[in-house]
């Protein structure tokens, strides 16, 4: 039986105790067996086993994350022996949380104790939905009193907040809650967000694209909240079958693998089903029957007010770009990055979709 494994995350005092119950009880509703992976970092410290008490911070985080890994494999492993038709796994906080709280030369090192890499640790996850401190736009209802495993003030909350953004972004389906409304409707746009990328009711992807001039590559690199991964996609022709795209992403050699089938509904709707695929299935796809074009290009993930912007940048154009964000609703606004100087917007443009580009400009396979 497959199953969903998404992370809700976020800063200190952000609701995320809250949320898992109305999660829980919300698509419990709908049908879903909900599993909690519960908060790895409370256990341990409230066990006594904390940064502070272990011989390092390394210590202490290649405990956490062994742990973390762990936990989550004994749910995967469960929900394959359970009978629901439909099962959502929900982490309380995932492994790349961690990232937040070590200097990049820790991170580093934790990675090689563990044998894992960045990509892998974060993108095995199927969605990832971080939601905002209360010391960022909710001020008063901030406070340490409900969680001994808290110790932040309000600045060292946002501080925190940001570092756990820029942890998660780059991931594939990337989601930041704010405080913009009272912490019902916080609740109530997270559980429209999860439903966005379940399929419930049905598997729609709504998104805005707009063409921009070639972007500050440096100055995307620099940025904290931006993250660069190279994808790879490929278009499938099959002779007897809807076309499909298979899809590479990853970075410095670490990938994972995808196969998307999508329907258009309107100019800004679109019902999509992607399906993770192993490195193998991947190269069987590729070594199947139909015509293929092939499309490179390097993305630059950009989270800015709260919003998760894409970037491709591709080989063939030195002038130009194209910038995409994913919406809950059509008519949800969005706010632009500054920095970014859009030439005009191209939803909806067919010839400028990447399937049309890989016709123009890939590699015919």
């Known amino acids: 039986m497959k199953s969903d494994l998404i ?23 709908l049908g879903y067996t909900v599993l909690v992976v519960c908060e790895t970092a409370t256990e341990l410290i409230g066990g006594g086993v904390a940064p502070w008490t272990c011989g390092s911070n390394v210590d202490y ?18 929900a394959r022996t359970m009978s629901a038709d439909k099962i959502l796994i929900v982490c309380d906080r ?4 961690n990232r937040a709280y070590m200097t990049e030369a820790e991170f580093q090192k934790v990675l090689w104790e563990l044998d894992v890499n960045e990509v892998t640790l974060r993108d095995h996850y199927d969605a990832v939905f971080h939601l905002v401190t209360a010391a960022r736009g909710a001020e008063a209802f901030y406070t340490t009193a409900n969680n001994t495993a808290r110790t932040e003030t ?10 756990i953004i820029a942890a998660w972004t780059g ?14 409707g916080k609740i109530q746009r997270l559980i429209a967000e999860i ?25 995307l690199t620099k940025h904290p909240a931006c993250r660069r991964v190279d994808i ?10 809807e076309r499909f795209r298979l899809r590479q992403r990853g970075y410095n050699g670490s990938y994972v693998y995808f196969l998307t089938r999508k329907k258009s509904v309107s100019p800004i709707k679109r019902i999509e089903l992607e399906n993770r695929l192993t490195r193998e299935e991947y190269q069987a796809y590729l070594s199947g029957e139909g015509r293929k074009t092939q499309l490179a290009k390097s993305r630059y993930c950009l989270t800015y007010k709260d919003q998760y912007f ?18 809950r609703s059509e008519d949800q606004p969005v706010i632009l990055p500054e920095g970014i100087d859009v030439i005009r917007e191209i939803t909806g443009d067919r010839s400028l979709n990447n399937s049309a580009l890989a016709e123009e400009y890939g590699v015919t396979l």
């Not at 991931?171 to 019902?184: A, Q």
């Not at 790879?232 to 079958?241: A, G, L, N, R, S």
């Not at 894409?310 to 919406?327: G, K, R």
Request: proline share 7%; hydrophobic share 35%; glycine share 4%.
């Open 7 to 29: 992370v809700i995350t976020g800063g200190p005092c952000a609701g995320k105790s809250s949320a898992l119950c109305a999660i829980q009880r919300h698509f419990e509703k």
């Open 61 to 78: 985080q290649i405990g956490q994350m062994r742990l973390q890994m762990e936990k989550e494999r004994v749910f995967e492993r469960a």
């Open 94 to 97: 995932g492994a790349l949380d």
């Open 154 to 163: 309000p600045e060292q909350a946002r501080a925190l907040d940001d570092r």
């Open 171 to 184: 991931h594939p389906h990337f989601r930041v809650i704010d405080n913009s409304t009272d912490f019902e």
């Open 195 to 219: 439903s966005v990328y379940l399929g419930e009711p049905e598997p729609f992807e709504i998104e805005r694209r707009f063409l921009i001039r070639y972007p500050d590559v440096e100055w």
């Open 232 to 241: 790879v996609q490929t278009y499938v022709q099959p002779d007897h079958e």
């Open 310 to 327: 894409e970037i491709d940048v591709y080989p063939f154009w030195t002038d130009q770009a194209i910038m995409e964000i994913e919406l």
